[in-house]
Structure formats: C-alpha cells, structure tokens
C-alpha cells in the first residue's frame, strides 16, 4: 500500500502531469508572466464556472479578504463579526485594517457560523458579517443574508475552503458559494479543493462597482498607467498558476469533488453509530465538497487517537486546536476562557482524517479499521 498522507498533490499531479507540463512550458516560451493571456482566460472561466459576474484574481486567500474589506470602504473602529472557530486569516485581516473584529461562536454539528449569535452580536458600529465556509459547506446564507438585509450590512463570504459547494436558496435558486453575500473570496493554496502549485486567490462579485474597484485596489489602487486613485496593494495571480488552474478546474467536480465525497461516504459508512465518533454532520441546504472530513471524538481522548494513528503511519490533523478568541496574538478584554463553549469544547474533540483526490479503497480500509482498532 502506497503511504497515507494528509493530502496527496504528487499523486494528483502525476496524473495530469503531461498537459500541466505543457502549459507551464507554454507560459515560459512566451514570457507572458504576470497578467498573461492564461490569467484572462482563467478569470472568465472560474466565472462561468461560478456563475458569478466578475473574479478578481488575485495573490492568495488572506489578500482576497483583505482586498474585499478595503473596497467595502470599512473604517478603523468598524466592526465585522466573524466565528471564533477558524483559520486566522479570517480575522487577521480584519484587525490589520484596524477593524474590530468581533468573535462569535459555531454550530456544534457543522461547525459553522451560527446565525443566532451572529444577530446577537450586531451594535450600531456592526459593518460586515464575514461567514466561514468551514471544511466544505456553507453556511446558513439564507438566515445570514436576511440578517443583513435588516441591519444595512455587507456579507464577505470566506470561500477558501469550500469552492465548488452549492447551496439552495428558500427561493429554490442554487447558488455557488462565495457568489450570495457582497463578496466571495477563495485561496489556491496547494491544499484547498482547487489548489495551485503555489499561491494564488481570488474575489468574487456580482457589483460592477465593487469589481471595478477592487480590479485597482489589486493593482497599487491603479486607474490608468500611473494614476492612483485609490490606495491599494500589488496582489497578482501569476501565469503559470493559473494556467495550471484552468486544467484543474476543469476536474474539481467531474473527479476531484467526486472523489472527496467518496471517501467521506467510505468514512461515514465505517463510523456509523460508534459510540465515541461523531461523523460530520451534513449542513442544511448544502453541498459538501469536503475540504475536510473532520470527526468529533466524545468521551475517549482525541488526542491518544491521534498519536495511535501517527504509530501506523496514518497522519490526522486538529483543525483548529485553539480558537481564535484563545489566541496569544487575539487577546482581547472582551472575550476569556467559557468565552464561546461550543467553539472550546471542538477544539478538543475534532480530528480530521486524510482527505484528498488520490486515497485508494485500501487506504480507506486500513484507516478506517485503525480508527476502530483504537476504540476495541
Ligand atoms: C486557507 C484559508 C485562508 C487563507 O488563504 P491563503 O491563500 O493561505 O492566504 C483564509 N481563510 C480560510 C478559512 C482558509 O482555510
């Protein structure tokens, strides 16, 4: 049996190794580095893909969120609520720009942004909701875009993990995710869903106006050559990835979703009613393109788990071991340890198993017969 890894970038890429080649030889045989011919076509068909009016390209997921905020026109002092269960760079960005990011707490079973805290953390300095579509699916955009609506406030949707999820309106009109709230953004990171070979992100909007501006912020707040309007940031998608993009994105349903959400139902089936696994729980209305397949551990040690199965060379990752209102670098008067239970208490319990495009039926048996060897 081939080695168990987190993710397998090597094995996917061995498989589509001669027309990557080809593009990436293409783009050095023309020179066309930045900005090129390859990035144009990229942006047209992520959009189709989408079906969202405008993607931004741009250098990674934290600069996407970060570009999306400065075109809001958000002030030192505004605040955006976010979840406490996160990446960092969901809040990062948001303190970077001297926002005041405020931290709210997540659904217990789908680990996503709970509404009902959302509303109840609304004041009158409350600009944005920037909900997190955690390890695959979407958040509850419907009660989130009604709360918007009733306070005036702009939804930036963290899509860096979920591209490619679905998620059916009340109206019955399904939408990508990333493409309901004011903006989307998304990461290329090698390891997200759609992953580059390197850095690289995007934006996404459906505002002509926004788009315009964000189109200059990402380019030093450039109108024409040498006229700056605007101050901005240099955040460029560079050729070579997204030429290597466009052949992946024409896999991410047809084989690589696909195959993720295998895995997950040879996951589940396994784990089915074990009394110390919680298998994730499918969020309401959504597609789950799993980023992860994270389990919850109750009433056994997670932690012992991990460490059994790094003995048997199966790698399994804790996202995320601290929350974000926890962190040395987040410290702040408002919030303390009891701060957000539920957000505490999976910090302790989850655990995700390898998840990728490449894992073999024999390596899902030999994890899954390990996982259970741990609880006999
Ligand atoms: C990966 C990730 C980001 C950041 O993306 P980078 O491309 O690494 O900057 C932001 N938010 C979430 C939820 C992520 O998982």
Known sequence: MERINMVDLVGQYNKIKPEVDRAVENVMQTAAFINGPEVQEFQKELEDYLNVKHVIPCANGTDALQIAMMALGLKPGDEVITTTFTFVATAEVIALLQLTPVLVDCDPDTFLIDPKAVEAAITPKTKAIVPVHLYGQTANMDEIMRIAKAHDLYVVEDTAQAIGSDYTMADGTTLKAGTIGTIGSTSFFPSKNLGAFGDGGAIFTND???????????????????????IGVNSRLDSIQAAILRIKLRKLDSEYTKNRQAAAAAYDAAFASHPNIVTPKRAENSTHVFHQYTLKIINA?????????ASKEIPAMIYYPVALHMQTAYQDDRYKSGSFPVSEQLCDEVISLPMHTELSDEQLKYITESVLAFFK
Request: aromatic fraction near 10%.
């Open 208 to 230: 002509d106006k926004l788009a315009k501006l964000m189109r200059q912020v990402v380019n030093h707040g450039m109108t024409k050559r040498y006229y700056h309007d605007e």
């Open 301 to 309: 040690d997670r932690n012992a788990l991990q460490e059994f199965l």
